[in-house]
């Protein structure tokens, strides 16, 4: 008998089963329908998800309507509902901005934060809580999304017109309270002084290689002067004959052919190791000069910015009044009240001021102040002053910077960008610097990173793994932003922008904005300040800690992902049998189309196998409704590499059959102390989950018999799925390890009747068999007809791994 699995909801209209792949919604009540029960309740019109309304004064109504015929309040009538609104709307505005409906009650300072982080940052046995979230009542907490009843909460203020969390505060253009020429002398003065730190520099670096240049030169002619000397006086002592000279000769030749590559070799790395000190430091000193720079202009800014109100006679109760205008001094760091989420819930909400940016990068500048004017001249607030500068770095392809041959007079500036090219100065740097001559408080935080070359696990204990990032104040906060990992500069482009009259406007600009305006408990996961205030938690967290928190990267954040169990550390021990599991959960929006893969290796090399079989097949990636499992088992005692992909695709692109591409989304090193069983390797199967989600998900295929991934059988099985829309030439291939897939082929039959396929397969002997399944969608046409390569035209729907008894 057919029995309704996790794959299924209820029609809101029919109360018939919805499939995934036949539903529209959840819609903003959390309602299901069929896409052809999705119609006005009055009058029959069809309905999309951008179309339809519902009845906001009957809470217990669920239809849905066209924008004619919902549910409308009588003129001059206000239901007890609309009289709470009213009142909500007339509360006088609060500094403060949390908002109770959203952020729940109080204890503490905040509501959001109480939740806690997807893994809770919850370790026992020498584990971590993320001290940024007390420890109790905060297990539903999603990476900066709200649970289910708080976007209820967060869709019925939006429908009512009740302010958000964050108000942007109205600010005027920089143009208004201050001329242009003024921050440009300001400019010009500054200029002069990076100048002669420049010349400094140069001076310093030609003096060293003329000392180093001079040094290994006197060492060179002491040496040849031994090695001359020696040979003069083998060739006086030596009492054989010519051919015993000639050989002298020729061995003195290639001494001193070997010292010239050695000095040459010694002159080349102590170069090196001198550029390398003497460029760490010039970074400090060009940074000490950029900060005070930056303090100078912040003060002319704030100075003019306060002459301008008290001259407009701007007070407290005005528009531009000064508890709204940015500070004048630098606050304290201290953890943000709103989280990113509660700032902007869509990159697409910054689209104007990122195509300002994306238009600026593509033409040079002179200076900073025309620079940045025509960045933040159309900004309203200091988040989109931020913004634009943000994406201007991470749309200017700093790397391909080119320089007019006058920059490099002694006399002249250098260029505008020429600490980049030089190395003395780095992205974030260049932020802070910007950010003063937008008039917003930034500072450049050092500390380490989990940047490339890291592995979970590792110690910081030397200088491998030092990184600089910035935060920035804006929104009532200090806010994190790296500019360096947030570039992603040109997609599928080799060159730089043309600037110009010839620039392309049809390169697309890729960026990561989990870097941007980084909520702090997510940030940690990567960055680690020297200094404690810069974590902006609550309850700062120590070095130890960071070390074991779970190595995971944006696109984790970024999908919302979050692991389903607390513990997990950087490392995971396995138990005696050699099996360890890491269980991630996915948000509801995403279980459609989030693709997963993953990679197993020995940790200390890139080796993939085990006695001649890949490492793969000694994990069983599986999904159960919103969690993905990988339970690896492994083959022998050591330490692996478990990293774990994944990408969001549609079904469609899913069928094509063209390859994905995967990122990784986190990694773990996997600890296996004591193995007391012989592991043997899963069927060689295709790659990829297993179980039935993938055939559901991507072909509507729904599993009637067997809704796990493992199947305990005896010596015959059958497998039975419904179809919910049309799929055809179906295929399934048997795989036990230590027989020919060919010998399995006989074992396996199919039959289609109307919407229901079903696959008979009796089992030859006793053991372990994985089954995949193939299909196609009607429609799909084949390259050819020869049946041999028939399973390479079909597309690997799902596998069962099946345990075959005579007891079971």
């Known amino acids: 008998m057919y029995r309704p699995n996790f794959y299924e909801s209820s029609c809101n209209r029919c109360k018939e089963i919805v499939y995934q792949v036949d539903r529209i919604g959840p819609l903003k009540d959390f309602t299901f329908y069929h896409s052809g029960c999705f119609k006005c309740n009055h009058c029959g019109t069809k309905l999309t998800l951008k179309t339809y309304y519902n009845n906001q004064h009957d809470q217990e109504d669920k239809e849905v309507y066209c924008c004619s015929h919902v549910p409308k309040t009588g003129p001059g009538h206000l239901d007890q509902s609309s009289v709470g609104i009213r009142q909500a709307l007339n509360v006088p505005k609060s500094t403060n901005y949390i908002n109770e409906q959203i952020r729940g009650s109080r204890d503490g300072i905040d509501g959001a934060k109480r939740q806690s982080t997807p893994n809770g940052l919850n370790y026992s046995h020498g584990s971590y809580r993320d001290p940024s979230s007390p420890p109790q009542n905060d297990s539903d907490y999603k990476y900066g999304r709200f649970d289910a009843s708080a976007l209820h909460i967060a869709h019925a203020l939006k429908q009512t017109a009740i302010q958000k969390a964050y108000d942007k505060p109205k600010e005027k253009p920089i143009d208004v309270y201050l001329a242009r020429d003024e921050q440009a002398r300001l400019e010009m003065k500054h200029r002069k002084e990076e100048d002669e730190l420049y010349r400094k520099f140069a001076k310093k670096r030609e003096e060293e290689d003329r000392r180093v240049h001079n040094e290994i030169q006197d060492e060179w002619e002491r040496e040849l002067e031994r090695l001359t000397h020696k040979f003069e006086k083998e060739l006086t002592t030596s009492r054989r004959g010519h051919d015993d000279h000639t050989v002298l000769t020729l061995r003195h030749q290639k001494q001193k052919e070997d010292l010239e590559k050695n000095m040459t070799l010694r002159k080349t790395k102590k170069k090196e190791s001198l550029t390398r000190k003497m460029l760490e430091n010039e970074r400090s000193e060009t940074a000490a ?20 109100m008290q001259n407009e006679s701007i007070f407290i109760d005005d528009e531009y009044a000064p508890n709204t205008a940015y500070p004048l001094v630098a606050p304290k760091p201290a953890p943000p009240a709103l ?84 190395g003395t100065e780095s992205y974030h740097v260049l932020f802070k610097r910007l950010c003063s001559y937008a008039g917003l408080h930034c500072v450049v935080i050092k500390g380490y990173s989990k940047s490339a070359g890291y592995q979970p696990g590792v110690k910081f204990q030397d200088s491998r793994f030092r990184n600089s990032w910035n935060a920035v104040y804006v929104a009532g906060a200090w806010r994190f932003v790296q500019c360096n990992w947030g570039a992603r500069h040109l997609v599928n482009a080799k060159e730089a922008p043309k600037t110009g009259k010839h620039k392309n406007d049809s390169l697309r600009y890729e960026y990561d904005d989990h870097y941007f305006l ?22 700062p967290i120590s070095l130890k800690e960071f070390e074991n928190l779970p190595f995971v990267r944006s696109l984790f954040f970024r999908y919302g992902l979050h692991f389903a169990d607390e513990g997990y550390g950087a490392v995971v021990f396995t138990d005696d049998t050699g099996a360890a599991t890491i269980r991630i959960a996915m948000p509801a929006d995403m279980q459609g189309c989030l693709i997963f893969h993953y990679n197993l290796k020995f940790y200390d090399s890139e080796e993939d196998s085990y006695d001649s079989t890949s490492l793969k097949r000694f994990v069983m990636q599986s999904v159960i409704g919103n969690v993905v499992a990988f339970r690896v088992h492994a083959p022998c005692s050591g330490a692996f ?27 773990f090193k996997i600890c296996c102390e004591e ?25 509507g295929l729904i599993p009637i018999t067997h809704q796990e991934p493992l199947i305990f059988a005896g010596r015959n099985i059958e497998l039975q799925f419904r179809m919910s829309r049309q799929l055809t030439d179906f295929m399934a291939t048997l795989h ?58 079909l597309t690997h729907c799902c ?9 079971n």
């Open 289 to 308: 000069l950029v900060d005070r720079q930056s303090s100078e202009m912040l003060e002319l800014i704030s100075a003019r910015r306060s002459e301008y």
């Open 339 to 422: 989280s990113k989420f509660q700032i902007y819930a869509d990159p697409v909400e910054f689209h104007d001021v990122d195509q300002i940016a994306i238009s600026v990068a593509q033409e040079d500048q002179k200076t900073f102040t025309d620079l940045v004017r025509q960045l933040v001249g159309r900004c309203t607030s200091d988040i989109e002053k931020a913004r634009t500068i943000f994406r201007w770095i991470t749309v200017k392809n700093l790397n391909t910077i080119q320089f007019d041959d006058d920059d490099h007079r002694g006399d002249t500036p250098m260029g505008l960008l020429r600490g980049i090219k030089y």
């Open 518 to 539: 980084t909520d702090p408990r997510e940030f940690i996961y990567e960055f680690f300040p020297l200094q404690e205030d810069w974590q902006l938690l609550k309850r």
């Open 641 to 667: 590499l478990l990293d774990i992909f994944a990408n969001a695709v549609t079904p469609q692109e899913y069928l094509t059959g063209e390859p994905m591409k995967f990122k990784s989304v986190c990694k």
């Open 675 to 699: 193995l007391q069983t012989v592991m043997v390797p899963l069927p060689d199967c295709a790659s990829g989950e297993w179980g039935p989600t993938k055939a559901t998900r991507l072909f």
């Open 736 to 793: 036990k390890n230590g027989i020919e897939e060919k010998k399995l082929s006989k074992y396996v039959t199919h039959n289609v009747s109307d919407e229901i396929v079903t696959f008979i397969i009796s089992f030859p002997e006793e053991g372990q068999y994985g089954l995949d399944i193939y299909t196609r969608e009607v429609g799909q046409v084949h390259h050819n007809n020869n049946s041999s390569t028939e399973k390479h035209l």
């Open 799 to 807: 596998k069962y791994l099946i345990n075959s008894s005579k007891r």
